[in-house]
């Protein structure tokens, strides 16, 4: 295989949205070392699969990727595994599987190109490295958005270390980027035609820095600054930690209209006693006091959470303790797993797992509160009056999908807007998971 016949990738990213970010700064990378992408995994010479080690599903699901990824002719494009599998599997995965070339850790993705020489000399390369120097600086600048809608990472890796997760040992220790960076590239992704950034992180609201003019800042201080860019007309942020909840990005919520009343802050439990064997360092009280502060300034903030039910020992009270968070909070809509026990993190040797049937009980019930709370705050919203930012087709002839400010889902049908355009509806109709509007008129595109 010489340099030349690598034309086409394809980039597969599973699990969370730092991925997606990943994956899109990959793609950015191999389309300046003059690849494009291609439609699927059929078409291309180098696929990438960006992969998950949060739960042990999202680890299988990439082993059973790979192998489908053999042509019919016996042939495979040259795989490439990146993210957090590839960094806590190493060298197991291409002797799992022998098929894969790449193997490159989440820290280490922007030595992608000079990886690919090595595995077209035929010798299977690997990058695990958490290298000092940032892969941001390493990475081509943001160009034209294929999306109205961008991610932007600040802050990644963890130091929190709860006792379920892999995140610290595959993302590394935490880290903020700097101001300066963040603002340029919010900036680039606003002139390639971004109108919402949301700011990502494993613990997003972490983020710390010194601005331009040395002062230092905490999250509320960068998304100010970013509310001051002519075009960008809303902005996220995610995932938040209870413990970084500063009074100041609660009081940037009442401030800035760009900030989207939206707040996704898992708790995991409602049992202070499971929350401690987590070593979540906060109680289900200090989470609900911090929802009372934030609905004090933005009494209409869409409330979104993480949960984890089946953790070792957790018992029918203290998973009834869960519930209760669950009616106390009131969410708009949230995420829920089975305990997945990890390798290499204290609880997965912790005595007194859960049975799997009891943990599947568990999940519906929760999942059966959670979904009627989603489906009662999407049905309050009926006949009101909103602004939807169009991000994607529907299905239908002239049916367009934008998003309002709490992250819902509308369908809309008008053949004269485009994706892009941020536009006034009424909410007409609401379902579980969607909302159904028509159209008031255009505000901006
Ligand atoms: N930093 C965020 C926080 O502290 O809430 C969460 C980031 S983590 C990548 C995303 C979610 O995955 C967690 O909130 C948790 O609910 C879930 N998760 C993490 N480890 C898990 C495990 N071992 N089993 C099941 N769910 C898990
Ligand atoms: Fe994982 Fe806890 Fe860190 Fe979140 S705070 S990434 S759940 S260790």
Redesign the pocket.
Known sequence: MTQSDLKKFHIKSF??Q?NVYDGERMSELLVDQGMSAAKDGEEADLVVLNTCH??EKAVDKVYSDIGRLRRKDGTSPMIAVAGCVAQAEGKEISRRAPTVDIVVGPQAYHRLPELMEVAKSGKKALDTDMPAVSKFDALPSRGKQARPTAFLTVQEG?D?F?T????PYTRGAEISRPWTDLVDEAKALVDGGACEITLL???VNAWSGADDKGQQQGLDGLIRALDRIPGLKRIRYM????NDMTDGLIAAHGDLATLMPFLH????SGSDRMLKAMN?SHSARSYLDILDKMRKVRPDIALS????VG?PGETDQDFEETLEIVRAANYSQA????????PG?P??GMDEQIAPEVMDERLQRLQALLNEQQYAFNQQTVGRTTDILLERKGKLDGQLIGKTPWLQSVHIISPDLEIGDLVEIDVTQAGPNSLTGQIRERLAA
């Open positions: 699990g969370c730092m949060i739960r963890c929190k709860c379920y997760c892999v995140v992180g494993q613990n995932t938040s930690h209870p802050l898992p708790v995991q979540r959470g993480d949960f984890i953790f995420f829920s797993f089975k305990y997945s026990p990890r993190t609880a997965a």
